[in-house]
């Protein structure tokens, strides 16, 4: 079934309101109690030819209301709002050349096409899409089922067996003479991108055992033995669906064999993500354990009697660190004949025999039930710092004899099972359908998130990222609902939300488009030839993390970028390559359209000499296909900011979870009207000062009566201009009033200039911009 719903987000009135003026103040030496007193005397106006974006804003410290008026007329505030707005306004159009992108797209408007999505039909293809992809990894874990259990069937138990292998903790390591340790034979390692830049080897896979194992026990060996059979069941997977990631084998008896093999060493990293655990762990009291097992055995009884339940084999399973009480009559009474295990000796031992009894409706039935986890932490990723990296699905099958002799006795060997990268089943929703604000997200049964761009399952302590509790058990409208924190920014959008179920999986996909210009998407068409000219300019990039052609298949397009696949793509080099075709149509559109931007900002850029104003750093352009462009005004190495569109600002890049923050800000306000953002140089969460701000405005395109968002546009400058240009407007007096009696400069009177969000954009005070106006202390 496929679902659609709407919401409105309860967010306030999009439309920019002057903020309110403060009518009451914190006594600093009152405990949470507020003084009223008289509003102070303020003068605003409206920075017009930015459009609505930006508000001077004036406070008088110690002055009456009726001086202040008197003295700062408004049409002096006017004059120099629109001074500072109009200087501004034609920097950032200049720089930016946004006028020349907004004319380049309307005189191809002709040849365009806004098409209405369909989010029903959205989300069902991406739901198909996603279930064909989770269906190979299944079919990957059964043929493992098939190898394991037909392994078995043709091994002899043989006590004297002796078999050399590849012990995971052991592999490549030497002795003092130089000599392998035994298990520890030279093992081939390469660092693979696919299976996060460990170094693997995938031609074979490798045995890790518990360190209370012995590792030449009977039982490991004849299992060691028996399940070389996955090897090439392995590779075979992993051939046949390169997606796979890692794939395994966990044995009853307690040794788990991995591919591709790999190197298990107690580094740095391991015992940090142990000591991490171990830290969460608190002992609290003693457990009073004798009332909660005469309980649950009651409940257990009146289950048999009544018929409820599963009807099947049920247990009480009680885990503990050990036992501080001698539940010898709560067996006797309800446990009859007594299996207590009263030594950690015997743990492993009766627990394997129960689980044996538990398995052995489904041995008997043939029942390999597929099992689906929750998302969960990959702890190999956790020094990655990359959130949306860390998270995978497993799929997993019980293995049992087939034996006839032990057919009856439910014999269950192992599990077998393969991860599944969330990230990997998120690039199925391709981001260029989904618009602007549109995303996608995953369930569970449960109603747990599986995957949202909005969930945030890590937290930084310091230098080190830990997961957060519960994160893998965190519901929709934990991750929906409005952020309340005052250090954000809003945007007021009403989203559609469509879902449907993936069949054969416990999940279920959600698609969320917002209205307006989100319901609508942009086509366009171009000559490959052409195309082709213009997306070999040196300043072009596309999105990395976004899926123009398919390169993680074939080994020898894993070290193409997505560039270089699509040109090898367009130009027939490769016929194997895959690509999606709409995606390649649009990005050649794109290119072809926005190339005349680079040689408008190369003549800007030769015509600042070197005695010139340092203006702007940088203009930079995106488009709905993920093509970004940028051109340098200044030497890489006088960039204010040089994180921005790099790796290391994941907001200002394309990924596969949002567009850039100055995108989507800009999208939703009026074509031509900027947005400005300050940015600091490690973070607004330093304890440096902002010193550079981003400005960009949305390019829009009509046809038809539709409108949809084709790119956006924008500039770096430095704060200190913006503040030279204010200080500079703010000298001017109305030709009317005379000489100029007031300024900003003067010590009782507090200039501001403040976005629409009320976060302060320029203030004598060099702390202040950055932060939210708000009431002030009154000084005593």
């Given at each position: 079934?496929?679902?659609?719903?709407?919401?409105?987000?309860?967010?306030?009135?999009?439309?920019?309101?002057?903020?309110?003026?403060?009518?009451?103040?914190?006594?600093?030496?009152?405990?949470?109690?507020?003084?009223?007193?008289?509003?102070?005397?303020?003068?605003?106006?409206?920075?017009?030819?930015?459009?609505?974006?930006?508000?001077?804003?004036?406070?008088?410290?110690?002055?009456?209301?009726?001086?202040?008026?008197?003295?700062?007329?408004?049409?002096?505030?006017?004059?120099?709002?629109?001074?500072?707005?109009?200087?501004?306004?034609?920097?950032?159009?200049?720089?930016?050349?946004?006028?020349?992108?907004?004319?380049?797209?309307?005189?191809?408007?002709?040849?365009?096409?806004?098409?209405?999505?369909?989010?029903?039909?959205?989300?069902?293809?991406?739901?198909?899409?996603?279930?064909?992809?989770?269906?190979?990894?299944?079919?990957?874990?059964?043929?493992?089922?098939?190898?394991?259990?037909?392994?078995?069937?043709?091994?002899?138990?043989?006590?004297?067996?002796?078999?050399?292998?590849?012990?995971?903790?052991?592999?490549?390591?030497?002795?003092?003479?130089?000599?392998?340790?035994?298990?520890?034979?030279?093992?081939?390692?390469?660092?693979?991108?696919?299976?996060?830049?460990?170094?693997?080897?995938?031609?074979?896979?490798?045995?890790?055992?518990?360190?209370?194992?012995?590792?030449?026990?009977?039982?490991?060996?004849?299992?060691?033995?028996?399940?070389?059979?996955?090897?090439?069941?392995?590779?075979?997977?992993?051939?046949?669906?390169?997606?796979?990631?890692?794939?395994?084998?966990?044995?009853?008896?307690?040794?788990?064999?991995?591919?591709?093999?790999?190197?298990?060493?107690?580094?740095?990293?391991?015992?940090?993500h142990f000591k991490l655990l171990v830290e969460e762990l608190m002992v609290k009291g003693v457990g009073v354990v004798d009332q909660a097992l005469r309980e649950a055995?009651?409940?257990?009884?009146?289950?048999?009697?009544?018929?409820?339940?599963?009807?099947?084999?049920?247990?009480?399973?009680?885990?503990?660190?050990?036992?501080?009480?001698?539940?010898?009559?709560?067996?006797?009474?309800?446990?009859?004949?007594?299996?207590?295990?009263?030594?950690?000796?015997?743990?492993?031992?009766?627990?394997?025999?129960?689980?044996?009894?538990?398995?052995?409706?489904?041995?008997?039935?043939?029942?390999?039930?597929?099992?689906?986890?929750?998302?969960?932490?990959?702890?190999?990723?956790?020094?990655?710092?990359?959130?949306?990296?860390?998270?995978?699905?497993?799929?997993?099958?019980?293995?049992?004899?087939?034996?006839?002799?032990?057919?009856?006795?439910?014999?269950?060997?192992?599990?077998?099972?393969?991860?599944?990268?969330?990230?990997?089943?998120?690039?199925?929703?391709?981001?260029?359908?989904?618009?602007?604000?549109?995303?996608?997200?995953?369930?569970?049964?449960?109603?747990?998130?599986?995957?949202?761009?909005?969930?945030?399952?890590?937290?930084?302590?310091?230098?080190?990222?830990?997961?957060?509790?519960?994160?893998?058990?965190?519901?929709?409208?934990?991750?929906?609902?409005?952020?309340?924190?005052?250090?954000?920014?809003?945007l007021f959008l009403t989203n559609d939300y469509f879902f449907t179920d993936i069949s054969d999986t416990p999940f279920s996909l959600g698609v969320v488009l917002s209205?307006?210009?989100?319901?609508?998407?942009?086509?366009?068409?171009?000559?490959?030839?052409?195309?082709?000219?213009?997306?070999?300019?040196?300043?072009?990039?596309?999105?990395?993390?976004?899926?123009?052609?398919?390169?993680?298949?074939?080994?020898?397009?894993?070290?193409?970028?997505?560039?270089?696949?699509?040109?090898?793509?367009?130009?027939?080099?490769?016929?194997?390559?895959?690509?999606?075709?709409?995606?390649?149509?649009?990005?050649?559109?794109?290119?072809?359209?926005?190339?005349?931007?680079?040689?408008?900002?190369?003549?800007?850029?030769?015509?600042?000499?070197?005695?010139?104003?340092?203006?702007?750093?940088?203009?930079?352009?995106?488009?709905?296909?993920?093509?970004?462009?940028?051109?340098?005004?200044?030497?890489?190495?006088?960039?204010?900011?040089?994180?921005?569109?790099?790796?290391?600002?994941?907001?200002?890049?394309?990924?596969?979870?949002?567009?850039?923050?100055?995108?989507?800000?800009?999208?939703?306000?009026?074509?031509?009207?900027?947005?400005?953002?300050?940015?600091?140089?490690?973070?607004?969460?330093?304890?440096?000062?902002?010193?550079?701000?981003?400005?960009?405005?949305?390019?829009?395109?009509?046809?038809?009566?539709?409108?949809?968002?084709?790119?956006?546009?924008?500039?770096?400058?430095?704060?200190?201009?913006?503040?030279?240009?204010?200080?500079?407007?703010?000298?001017?007096?109305?030709?009317?009033?005379?000489?100029?009696?007031?300024?900003?400069?003067?010590?009782?009177?507090?200039?501001?200039?403040?976005?629409?969000?009320?976060?302060?954009?320029?203030?004598?005070?060099?702390?202040?911009?950055?932060?939210?106006?708000?009431?002030?202390?009154?000084?005593?």
């Open positions: 079934m496929v679902c659609g719903c709407s919401a409105l987000l309860p967010l306030p009135n999009p439309r920019p309101t002057m903020p309110a003026t403060p009518n009451s103040l914190a006594n600093p030496s009152s405990t949470g109690r507020w003084i009223p007193r008289q509003p102070m005397p303020v003068a605003w106006a409206f920075v017009q030819k930015s459009s609505a974006l930006l508000w001077l804003l004036l406070l008088g410290t110690s002055l009456s209301p009726a001086w202040g008026q008197a003295k700062i007329p408004l049409e002096t505030v006017k004059l120099w709002a629109d001074t500072f707005g109009g200087d501004l306004y034609n920097t950032v159009t200049k720089y930016s050349g946004s006028l020349l992108l907004q004319k380049k797209y309307k005189d191809v408007e002709s040849s365009l096409k806004i098409e209405e999505v369909d989010g029903l039909e959205l989300v069902r293809k991406f739901s198909e899409d996603m279930e064909n992809m989770l269906r190979r990894k299944v079919e990957a874990v059964q043929n493992l089922v098939e190898a394991a259990e037909e392994a078995d069937l043709n091994h002899e138990f043989n006590e004297s067996l002796v078999f050399d292998y590849y012990n995971s903790v052991l592999i490549n390591e030497r002795d003092e003479k130089g000599n392998f340790v035994e298990l520890g034979a030279e093992f081939l390692l390469e660092s693979n991108a696919h299976f996060s830049n460990l170094p693997v080897n995938t031609s074979i896979s490798s045995v890790q055992l518990p360190t209370n194992v012995y590792n030449k026990d009977p039982d490991i060996l004849n299992g060691v033995y028996m399940s070389e059979a996955l090897n090439a069941v392995f590779v075979e997977n992993f051939q046949r669906d390169p997606t796979l990631t890692w794939q395994y084998f966990g044995s009853a008896t307690g040794f788990f064999r991995i591919y591709p093999g790999i190197l298990v060493q107690a580094d740095r990293d391991n015992r940090e055995f009651q409940i257990l009884k009146q289950f048999q009697e009544a018929k409820q339940g599963s009807l099947c084999n049920q247990a009480i399973m009680l885990i503990s660190d050990g036992a501080v009480e001698d539940y010898e009559p709560v067996f006797e009474k309800y446990n009859w004949p007594d299996c207590k295990i009263s030594t950690l000796a015997d743990t492993q031992e009766n627990v394997m025999e129960y689980l044996h009894v538990l398995s052995r409706p489904m041995v008997i039935n043939h029942d390999h039930d597929i099992i689906w986890t929750e998302a969960y932490m990959d702890s190999k990723l956790l020094s990655s710092q990359a959130q949306s990296l860390t998270l995978l699905t497993t799929v997993a099958m019980p293995v049992f004899s087939k034996k006839n002799e032990t057919r009856s006795h439910g014999i269950l060997l192992g599990v077998v099972g393969s991860d599944v990268a969330l990230r990997e089943l998120m690039k199925l929703a391709p981001r260029y359908k989904l618009g602007v604000h549109g995303y996608a997200f995953l369930n569970t049964n449960n109603g747990y998130i599986l995957s949202h761009p909005d969930l945030r399952p890590l937290y930084r302590e310091g230098k080190k990222l830990k997961p957060k509790p519960n994160y893998n058990s965190v519901d929709l409208s934990e991750v929906e609902w409005e952020d309340q924190a005052e250090s954000k920014r809003v209205r307006g210009h989100g319901e609508y998407i942009l086509l366009g068409n171009t000559s490959v030839e052409e195309g082709l000219h213009d997306l070999l300019h040196p300043d072009l990039a596309l999105a990395g993390d976004w899926i123009y052609c398919i390169t993680d298949i074939d080994p020898d397009h894993r070290k193409l970028s997505q560039l270089e696949a699509m040109i090898r793509f367009l130009t027939r080099k490769d016929p194997d390559l895959e690509c999606d075709e709409e995606l390649v149509r649009e990005v050649l559109f794109d290119a072809v359209v926005t190339a005349p931007m680079e040689a408008y900002w190369t003549a800007l850029a030769l015509n600042m000499s070197e005695e010139s104003e340092h203006v702007v750093d940088m203009a930079f352009l995106g488009t709905r296909a993920g093509l970004l462009r940028s051109s340098l005004f200044v030497g890489s190495e006088k960039v204010s900011d040089r994180k921005f569109l790099t790796p290391e600002d994941e907001a200002s890049l394309f990924t596969l979870d949002r567009f850039p923050l100055w995108y989507r800000q800009a999208s939703e306000h009026p074509a031509g009207s900027f947005v400005f953002n300050l940015r600091w140089a490690e973070g607004p969460e330093s304890v440096g000062e902002p010193m550079v701000v981003t400005a960009s405005t949305a390019v829009a395109v009509t046809v038809d009566k539709r409108t949809a968002i084709a790119a956006a546009v924008g500039v770096q400058m430095k704060l200190e201009f913006l503040q030279r240009k204010f200080w500079a407007a703010t000298r001017q007096c109305s030709t009317v009033d005379g000489p100029c009696t007031q300024s900003c400069e003067d010590s009782d009177l507090d200039c501001f200039v403040i976005d629409n969000n009320g976060f302060i954009l320029i203030s004598k005070r060099s702390r202040e911009p950055g932060i939210k106006l708000r009431k002030k202390p009154i000084q005593t």
